[in-house]
């Protein structure tokens, strides 16, 4: 019956990825109902503090875009790129890291998914090279960023774990993963900077230059910034988002700071879950007011759309995966409990897989981090495996690399014959391994 179960939550994904997030988060709601009423399970949880942290944040970072602030961001960061285009697949990853970093939703960087691509055609250089590696730096950040929703689930998890995890505070877990994860976006990038044939050597590439339509489709426009102005409105927004941040960032590491309430007979400070939320909405208030935002453009903003398709994936995938878990929590607990004890990488395994199936870092992390903490799994192992949670890779079905292949005019970013063989497979794989191998150097060392 669980293997039967299993199958069920494959297939559900298999057919869900060839219509997008949302096809997910519907045809998921079909493998829950065979689940709870042709196998009698009972019905999971939906992760409803993910999905409203993703709404806050999104919500946040929509108005920023509708205020202009985003662009204010993009701008600085072309600018860099155009300065060094030579340099392109080294620095475009670390420009979507740290665009990541500071917004907490990888969603933020399909703007300059264009410019990159330009930059390299311009230059020369196969924009599979550069693009590839950004697109994967824009989601191994959110395990580095201090409002992402993963990071923020972390340390819930920690601080409710009977005091097993006290001690791992959002300072913490920061010092490990920033660093692990710019060294294995910077060990990617490396890798990049000579995959597969340059331009003028790829027959594919030189065959679709022998249509004028097509020469012209390639390199007939050209995607910038650098010729816009912006009002002060949008420098003001930049700013106040950036205050929302810092002040996350300082609740987060000074819990004295956060009010105390009496939950269950025990006091504890206010969750940093809502913490996060009450930030989010008050910097996005902030902007809406101060810099006069039309609220109606808001919703209408290309990250609050992707945003809620993401939120939309979530709830279908997340819950239709808990019901699977907490229905044979014993079962696996009693199977796997001496396998993960005694080799913790194989928690590692664990999270990158099911991170593939929820197609969320958050929402796996939900899932498998209090199953590990409940099999003997140490609080430090969690840190030092955090980035293994980014699992969205091994099939190209997440929004950034379908917006990433879409940009890439020169058709060099691409899923594979075999599906599996695509763009971002190779460098995700190397970040994530190298990301982790760091992460539990650091622990191991330090902690």
Known sequence: MLVAEFIIIILCLLVGTRFGGMGLGLISGIGLFILCFAFGLQPGKPPVDVMLTILAVIGCAATLQSAGGLNVMMQYAERLLRRHPQHITLLAPLTTWTLTFLCGTGHVVYTMFPIIADIALKKGIRPERPMAVASVASQMAITASPVSVAVVSLVSILAAAHGIGTGWGILQILAVSVPASLCGVLVAALWSLRRGKSLEDDEAFQEKLKDPAQKAFIYGSSETLMNQRFSREAYWSTALFFI???????LGAFQELR??????????????????QMMMLIAGAAILMICRVKPAAISDS??????????????????????FFQAHLETLKMALE???KSHPWTYAMVLFLVSKLVNSQAAALTAVAPMGLMLGVEPKMLVAFFPAAYGDL???TYPSDLACIGFD???TTRIGKFIINHSFIIPGLIGVSCACAVSWLLVESFF
């Open 244 to 250: 929302g941040i810092l002040v996350v960032v300082v």
């Open 259 to 276: 009010p105390v309430f009496e939950v269950k007979g025990k006091l504890q400070p206010l969750s940093m879950n809502l913490t996060i």
């Open 302 to 323: 290309a990250v609050f759309k992707a945003g809620m398709v993401a939120i939309f994936s979530v709830f279908g995938v997340a819950w239709m995966s808990d019901t």
């Open 338 to 340: 001496g396998v993960v």
């Open 394 to 396: 091994i099939l190209p």
């Open 409 to 411: 005019r020169s058709g």
